[in-house]
């Protein structure tokens, strides 16, 4: 398994158990969050305390809920996170489910960016995957 994978498998349990300590334990000091602007949460977040926060921010409105990684695309130095989310918003009953995509780009073992695409295929084809299968 790539070492990048196995760090992303780790940093998507820390969100799921809300440990946004563990969840920056691979980021570079410089790391940048980019969510597009059709996300709840859009914007462009740049260090460490502002990635967490941004992530904090939005992991705080969940009664419950997960967010998987269902398959992995290494692509160079950047992994395509193909997820699954299931959550349920507090004060609500009604669960919201869908699928995207994480780019997160690594440079010396550190993750130095995570862009969000809410097309899978256009992550993939970001990082010039397409038709690349999924491990």
């Known amino acids: 398994m790539h070492p990048n994978v196995q760090a992303l498998k780790d940093f998507f349990a820390a969100i799921n158990s809300d440990d946004m300590q563990a969840m920056t334990k691979?980021?570079?000091?410089?790391?940048?969050?980019?969510?597009?602007?059709?996300?709840?949460?859009?914007?462009?977040?740049?260090?460490?305390?502002?990635?967490?926060a941004h992530v904090a921010a939005g992991r705080g409105t969940w009664a419950e809920g997960t967010c998987e990684?269902?398959?992995f695309v290494v692509a160079g130095d950047k992994i395509v996170a193909l997820l699954h989310v299931r959550v349920r918003l507090k004060d609500h009953s009604d669960w919201i489910d869908g699928r995207f995509a994480d780019v997160h780009t690594y440079r010396i073992g550190k993750a130095v960016q995570i862009r969000t695409f809410?097309?899978?295929k256009d992550a993939l084809e970001w990082v010039g995957a397409k038709g690349v299968e999924a491990i």
């Open 69 to 71: 990684p269902e398959s």
């Open 118 to 120: 809410g097309k899978r």
């Open 26 to 52: 691979d980021f570079a000091p410089d790391i940048v969050r980019i969510e597009p602007p059709s996300f709840p949460m859009a914007g462009t977040y740049r260090g460490i305390e502002q990635v967490r």
